[in-house]
Nanobody, 113 residues
Framework: QVQLVESGGGLAQPGGSLRLSCAVS????????MGWYRQLPGSEREWVAS???????SYADSVSGRFTISRYNEKSTVYLQMNDLKPDDTAVYYC???????WGQGTQVIVSE
């Protein structure tokens, strides 16, 4: 059974930081490109960042320079370090495999004073 479990969400002030984690099981993690998406109620999921099996990272323009995606294959975990958070970053954040379409349950991030 494939499982993706996100953690690390919560409340942060504008300009603050959070680090999201996504622990993956049931697949050979090192063989999968991984991604983070986010979603607001009533909106479509928005791509945030991706990391390939060779650790090449890509970012949406809205988060480039503020967010960093990384992976630790030995722990089957992908991370999203979020710095200089803005209220517009408020959303539920999901991790996903970029093939075979496995998704986690999401973790809520709220950026507010």
């Amino acid at each position: 059974q494939v499982q993706l479990v996100e953690s690390g969400g919560g409340l942060a002030q504008p300009g603050g930081s959070l680090r999201l984690s996504c622990a993956v099981s049931g697949i050979l993690f090192s063989l999968y490109d991984m991604g983070w998406y986010r979603q607001l109620p009533g909106s479509e999921r928005e791509w945030v960042a991706s990391i390939s099996t060779s650790h090449r990272a890509s970012y949406a323009d809205s988060v480039s320079g503020r967010f960093t995606i990384s992976r630790y294959n030995e722990k089957s975990t992908v991370y999203l370090q979020m710095n200089d958070l803005k209220p517009d970053d408020t959303a539920v954040y999901y991790c996903t495999t970029l093939v075979q379409n496995f998704w986690g349950q999401g973790t809520q991030v709220i950026v507010s004073e």
